[in-house]
């Protein structure tokens, strides 16, 4: 095989500045996605690192990256990858066949800006069932510009995005977990724990140069997520955006075996500061059992929603046959707490948290699914198992209750940080956002310790085509109907 002179070149400068045996190596691509690729596939060793010089590289093809090795640019203001005209690969995809550490850090993703469909800067994709997951993922100190989904989590997946600026990116983030293999392994799911992949000291980005977007994160098939310590500037974003963060329920009846369309398990949000100019929905739950604490929001809200809920299978034609049996729900909203937020500097407002649709009244109600305050042993609910249409084996996931909240260790230990000397969350504000167009500079932690590598499971199944939401008419329950304009429409997810 005949070798480009810029691959020799890059092998030569890796190889002669290798450390002795037993030791990581550096390997310094031209930064290309070929030069990558080709130091990955043939010489990079589980902790090593492949380096990208400064500049702006065009890649028209991704890179995957199937070892525990680091993928290091020379700063997110030095290196950047440009997603090529008409490319939708993701540019680079982690996908490793153990549970290794794999980071990628310093490194600016351009890509065009708008919802067009999907336009993923680093996909990660964990196994789908099986005995094992990813749980030593990081994506640090990168400047993320545009795209959709610019970090897409599958299946089994922890890990932590730290550090990073996102610019008027469609969403963020979407995590699809392995279904009913997610729910299974979470049993009755706990708060607090290293089971998520969290997204903490971000700065997101929203302002004239993204006209619409449905969300920044959302999550389904037993995804969990755990925002914390970020910061989201939307002051000089003037489109219309359903939520900053939503949450699907399950997207049809359970059916007794793996069918992809279960709810998201939890998601915390705690300890951000969330400034925008005018909107009416934040935050919108649809499923699972969720933490929000001890966040500044800032921006005009009226009698909009700061949290909303819905159940979809109360509201007609979105999951048939619409339930009429009555609370619970399957996947519905539970054991969720909301609580020390303020709004404009005030405390929060009961006003402000309620059902989106007059449907999901029945299902979701304060003082039984969701409180106003921590959860205690007085924040209790025997939830009964789901009647007709579910099926009498449908695995309800809501009992034992939740009486209590421990913050998992912030910072996250992947960052390599010392952690903060108490695990409670304080109400201090975030650092103050980058400016977009500056990004920040990246560190050069090392790599963690791989760890003993274990058998992959089968392969994943295909991902069905996704069940689409509905559209949503705001209806508040003890307050008056929220009236936005215009309307958001309710969203599909594809996986």
Same mark, same amino acid.
């Given at each position: ?23 990581? !190596? ?18 990079? =060793?589980?902790?090593?690192?492949? #380096?990208?010089?400064?500049? #702006? ?39 490793? !066949? ?73 969403? /963020? ?10 729910? #299974? ?10 089971? *998520? ?107 909009? *929603? ?44 009961? *006003? ?11 299902? /979701? ?19 009964? =198992? ?13 009992? %034992? ?11 996250? %230990? ?14 201090? %504000? ?12 990246? !560190? ?34 003890? #307050?008056?109907?929220?009236?936005? !304009? ?10």
């Amino acid at each position: 095989m005949k070798i480009p002179g810029t691959l020799l070149l890059a092998l030569f400068l890796g190889l002669c500045l290798a450390p002795q045996c037993g030791a990581s !190596t550096n390997f310094y691509s031209d930064g290309s996605a070929a030069s990558v690729q080709y130091l990955h596939d043939n010489f990079a =060793q589980d902790g090593d690192t492949i #380096t990208l010089p400064s500049g #702006t590289f065009t890649w028209s093809s991704g890179v995957t990256i199937s070892k525990g090795i680091t993928l290091q640019g020379n700063g997110s203001g030095s290196t950047i990858i440009q997603r090529a005209s008409g490319s939708t690969v993701p540019i680079v995809l982690i996908e490793p !066949t153990s549970d290794l550490p794999v980071r990628v850090t310093g490194i600016r993703f351009n890509s065009p800006v708008g919802q067009n469909g999907d336009l993923q800067s680093v996909k990660v994709q964990g196994p789908y069932g099986g005995s094992w997951g990813l749980t030593q993922v990081r994506i640090d100190n990168c400047y993320f510009y545009g795209g959709e989904r610019t970090v897409l989590i599958r299946y089994r997946v922890n890990g932590v995005a730290d550090h990073n600026t996102f610019q008027d990116c469609a969403y /963020i983030t979407e995590f699809y977990g392995d279904d009913d293999y997610a729910w #299974t392994r979470a049993g009755t799911p706990t708060f607090g724990t290293s089971d *998520a992949f969290f997204f903490e000291d971000n700065s997101i980005v929203l302002d004239s140069g993204l006209t619409y977007c449905d969300v920044q994160s959302d999550q389904n098939t037993g995804g969990k997520l755990v925002w914390r310590y970020n910061t989201f500037d939307l002051t000089a974003y003037t489109g219309v955006f359903g939520s900053i963060i939503g949450e699907h329920g399950n997207q049809a009846y359970w059916t007794g075996s793996n069918d992809w369309l279960r709810g998201g398990i939890a998601c915390e949000f705690y300890n951000n500061t969330v400034r925008w100019g005018s909107a009416f929905r934040i935050l919108w739950f649809r499923g699972g059992r969720n933490i929000v604490a001890n966040n500044a929001f800032t921006g005009t809200l009226g009698s909009g *929603a700061l949290v909303s809920f819905d159940e979809e299978e109360g509201i007609a034609n979105v999951i048939p046959p619409t339930r009429t049996s009555g609370w619970p729900a399957e996947d519905q909203v539970n054991n969720t707490f909301i609580w020390n937020n303020t709004l404009n500097g005030s405390p929060q407002n009961p *006003a402000n948290i309620y059902c989106w649709q007059t449907g999901s009244l029945p299902f /979701i109600q304060l003082g039984r699914d969701y409180w106003l305050e921590p959860p205690s042993i007085s924040t209790v609910t025997d939830y009964p =198992q789901p009647g007709s249409p579910s099926l009498p084996g449908y695995p309800a996931a809501y009992n %034992p209750a939740v009486t209590s909240w421990t913050p998992y260790t912030y910072p996250h %230990p992947l960052t390599g940080s010392s952690p903060s000397p108490t695990p409670t969350p304080v109400a201090s %504000p975030t650092p103050t956002l980058t400016p977009p167009g500056v990004p920040p500079a990246a !560190t050069a932690t090392p790599s963690p310790t791989p760890t003993v590598t274990q058998t992959p499971p089968p392969t994943p199944d295909p991902a069905p085509t996704a069940t689409p939401t509905a559209t949503a008419t705001p209806t508040a329950s003890a #307050t008056p109907t929220p009236t936005p !304009t215009p309307t958001p429409h309710g969203h599909g997810h594809r996986h």
